[in-house]
């Protein structure tokens, strides 16, 4: 079975820096391109970044662009996310996801989900 896990989450104040982890099993991870999702409270969840297994290629969401990192390793089957310059509106619950082929932007494109880790940015 599939499993995607998330941490690092936590309650920091704006301007301050977090990263975030995502541990993958049960999948050919060479076969799988991963994305970073977030859902604020009240807020229908939105896309964030999303990166090929091979890292030839990323994507970012136009509101984090040039403060986040998307990242991989795939020597420990794990995705990260650096978020730098935090902002109050970056406070939301923050997904992991796994997609087959390629590089995906859509929520409906994902395959797998993980459970989310807490991400509260305070001014």
């Known amino acids: 079975q599939v499993q995607l896990v998330e941490s690092g989450g936590g309650l920091v104040q704006a301007g301050d820096s977090l990263r975030l982890s995502c541990a993958a099993s049960g999948l050919a991870f060479s076969n799988y391109g991963m994305g970073w999702f977030r859902r604020a409270p009240g807020k229908e969840r939105e896309f964030v970044a999303a990166i090929s297994w091979s890292s030839k290629n990323t994507y970012y969401a136009d509101s984090v662009k040039g403060r986040f990192t998307i990242s991989r390793d795939n020597a420990k089957n794990t995705m990260y996310l650096q978020m730098n310059s935090l902002k109050p509106e970056d406070t939301a619950v923050y997904y992991c996801?796994?997609?087959?082929?390629?590089?995906?932007?859509?929520?409906?494109?994902?395959?797998?989900w993980g459970q989310g880790t807490q991400v509260t940015v305070s001014s």
């Open positions: 996801a796994a997609v087959e082929v390629g590089l995906a932007r859509l929520e409906d494109e994902y395959d797998y």
